[in-house]
């Protein structure tokens, strides 16, 4: 125990005061004349001894009172006396994110949190310091405030998409206070969701961290997860099969959920769905494109009490037919034929390579060089410029195909180099599905897989400047076939010819098929049906070659920001940060020319709404931070007091010092 003021304890030689008193006024005797003594003595004895003790409690009582006083005007308590004295730093972070906005018993938890906060500010003295902190990151939550200040940065606190997790939020705690002298005080006010709680239990000195749980009534949520299409590209035209992931957070079934659908604002019919207890559902959604040009779509579900991941925005532009030459020198190939006679939506054109119209390449999604002998000077240049803008090329070089001609195309393209024809026998042994093209091709990667067998190929030299990704190898790690990204387009090498009599490769459907069609759609930079809001997001977008002079904005009904750019040759990258908090669906605008439009929806980490409870939280935390019970008011206050400045014990001596004053009077009075 120690003393706030213990040169008031000099007070206690004024306990010689009643000390004094009863042996001068206690002892004095009065006489009284009487008449008969006869039976006096034992009176006189029983007197006595019941005089002594009144007197004796009577001088006790004054003792503890007078002692009590003194005691409590020097104010003593358990605790740190430097840490009760010296300015103080405290960094109060309050959880403004979406899942704040459930309903306590009373209020929202945004609202609730505010209110602790304020009480946690208002606790301190007005000389220490304070830092107020939300998910948000603002310039005001790296100065250090006044506590007028910080009151008032509390009542400024709203509702941010952004979230972070309590290890980065402690950790910016950290760096503002890191060259500051005095006691550091850390409070985290949340629900503590599971997602976010990613604290480590240490015992620090330099600090002290408090965690604040409020919690709400109920804590189920169901929400859109995700949405992609099944094809790589939206065709015009056919139904094109939407992939909605939804997912039930709460501990009962759901029936009847209704999914809307919005397609360029018009509503299209869609069911209901049921979703098990903590499970996920996939629904498939046929949407129609009947015009070519940008296709906005919104899914929508409603639910109560979380409602910012009801909804889910995406984005995507739609062509009025895709179209893809082949090249090769009989002007016809019944194997590519038969891939693309299934598929209405794609075009396919079969030219001999001695009547090329080179001003029509900018038409083709895709350019099939098949078993060409040769590759013509013009055409080596036009296949260099329409990769550079964006095109996709596939080359299977012919058995007898001329090696300087093809090492031209490879050397402008900076492609490893051709080398000589080899007969091998050889069998692909594995497929890259974390690549674009083969990516979400298969359901599941089987060991056992059937795949094609090579009986003559092309070497190519191994060139580490010039690496490129492979798409089917074989056991020894050698490439079958591989891509490479130049400029904006795609160029995809295949060691073999398509000729039956050198490579299996087109009698592989499940090979040759998705291979030649996601070919036909990939893109240099992937264009996402939507970004998430509050990471850092690139989006690339063409600048029709005035690179210098564009400057792109992106704006909705109701904002308009122009975001950091850079500029990459034909296509411009913007940076989309913090600037963009409300979902939706954008335009991207290069003065007022209509780009594309994109979509962007809330980050759904917060979807789940399982929480660390008071007790979770004292078991995981307990032995390396303090832990308070947010919902009770009172209590709180008064454990942040004990444990902010120590247990103080004057109220408790006042108190007592009072009842031995009554004790003392009440001895005088009724004991006679």
């Known amino acids: 125990m120690q003393f706030l003021f213990p040169g008031v304890l000099w007070g206690l030689l004024a306990l010689a005061i009643p000390i004094i008193i009863h042996l001068f006024h206690f002892r004095r005797y009065k006489r009284v004349y009487f008449t008969n003594v006869k039976f006096l003595q034992e009176v006189k004895d029983e007197r006595s001894a019941r005089r002594k003790l009144r007197n004796l409690l009577v001088l006790l009582a004054r003792l503890l009172a007078v002692g009590l006083l003194v005691l409590g005007f020097a104010q003593p308590f358990f605790g740190d006396k430097d840490k009760s004295t010296s300015q103080r730093l405290v960094s109060v972070f309050v959880d403004n994110s979406f899942s704040m906005t459930t309903l306590s018993s009373d209020v929202p938890l945004i609202d609730k ?25 603002s310039g005001l939550s790296s100065k250090i405030l006044s506590q007028e200040d910080a009151l ?15 290890n980065n939020i402690l950790q910016k705690q950290k760096q503002t206070f890191k060259d500051q002298e005095g006691s550091k005080s850390y409070f985290m006010l949340s629900d503590f969701q599971e997602t976010i709680s990613d604290l480590t239990p240490e015992i620090d000195t330099t600090y002290s961290l408090s965690l604040v749980p409020l ?16 094809t790589p590209a939206a065709l015009i035209g056919q ?19 209704i999914l809307s659908v919005f397609q360029n604002g018009q509503k299209k019919p869609a069911g209901s769905i049921s979703i098990d207890a903590e499970s996920s559902v996939i629904d498939t959604v046929n949407i129609t494109f009947v015009d070519e040009g940008k296709q906005e779509i919104t899914l929508q579900i409603d639910d109560y009490p979380i409602q910012f991941d009801d909804t889910y925005f995406i984005t995507t532009e739609i062509s009025d037919a895709v179209k893809v030459l082949s090249i090769n020198d009989s002007g016809s190939n019944k194997f590519i034929k038969a891939l693309f006679g299934g598929i209405s939506s794609i075009e396919l054109d079969q030219v001999n390579s001695n009547a090329l119209d080179y001003s029509t390449f900018s038409q083709y999604r895709l350019i099939v060089l098949e078993d060409l002998k040769t590759i013509s000077t013009g055409l080596i240049s036009q296949i260099e410029q329409y990769i550079n803008a964006g095109g996709n090329v596939v080359t299977f070089p012919a058995s007898d195909a001329n090696l300087n001609a093809y090492n031209k195309l490879f050397d402008e393209l900076k492609a490893p180099r051709m ?15 974390d690549e674009y093209v083969f990516n979400k091709v298969y359901l599941k990667k089987k060991d056992n897989t059937d795949l094609p067998t090579v009986s003559g190929q092309f070497k190519f030299m191994n060139d580490a400047s010039k690496q490129g990704e492979t798409l089917l190898s074989y056991r020894s790690g050698g490439a079958f076939v591989s891509k490479y990204l130049r400029g904006d387009g795609h160029l995809y090498v295949c060691h073999a010819p398509l000729d039956r009599r050198h490579s299996e490769l087109v009698e592989y459907a499940e090979v040759f098929v998705p291979m030649i069609y996601k070919m036909t759609f990939s893109r240099g930079v992937d264009q ?35 975001p950091q750019q850079a500029n990459l040759g034909s296509v411009t990258e913007l ?14 605008s290069n003065g007022k020319q209509f780009v594309r439009s994109i979509a962007f929806n809330y980050d759904r980490v917060e979807s789940n709404p399982t929480v660390f409870s008071f007790s979770d939280l004292s078991k995981t935390y307990g032995d390396a931070f303090n832990i308070y019970d947010g919902e009770k008011a009172t209590e709180f206050l008064s454990q942040l007091k004990e444990q902010e400045e120590g247990v103080f ?19 005088l009075r009724f004991w006679k």
């Open 528 to 562: 996402p049906l939507a970004y998430t809001l509050g990471s850092a997001n690139q989006i690339n977008v063409p600048n029709g070659g005035s690179a210098e002079t564009a400057v792109f904005n992106i704006a909705n009904e109701s904002a308009e920001y122009i």
């Open 113 to 137: 949190a505010k209110r602790r906060a304020e009480e946690i500010v208002s606790s301190y003295q007005e000389t220490d310091r304070y830092q107020i902190l939300t998910h948000d990151y």
């Open 215 to 230: 919690s709400s009534v109920t804590q189920q949520n169901i929400a859109i997860d995700s949405a992609y299409f099944t």
């Open 419 to 433: 080398m000589q024809w080899e007969k091998v026998d050889r069998t692909v042994f594995d497929i890259n599905t």
């Open 575 to 588: 940076t989309v940060r913090d600037e963009i908090s409300d979902a939706g669906i954008y335009n991207v």
């Open 152 to 166: 008032s940065a509390i009542d400024d606190i709203v509702v941010t998409p952004k979230v972070k997790s309590l």
């Open 239 to 257: 139904p094109n099969a939407l992939i909605v992931k939804l997912t039930n957070y709460s501990q009962e079934k759901q029936d009847d959920i």
């Open 649 to 667: 014990l004057w109220r408790w001596c006042l108190i007592f010092a009072l009842i031995f004053l009554a004790i003392e009077t009440l001895i």
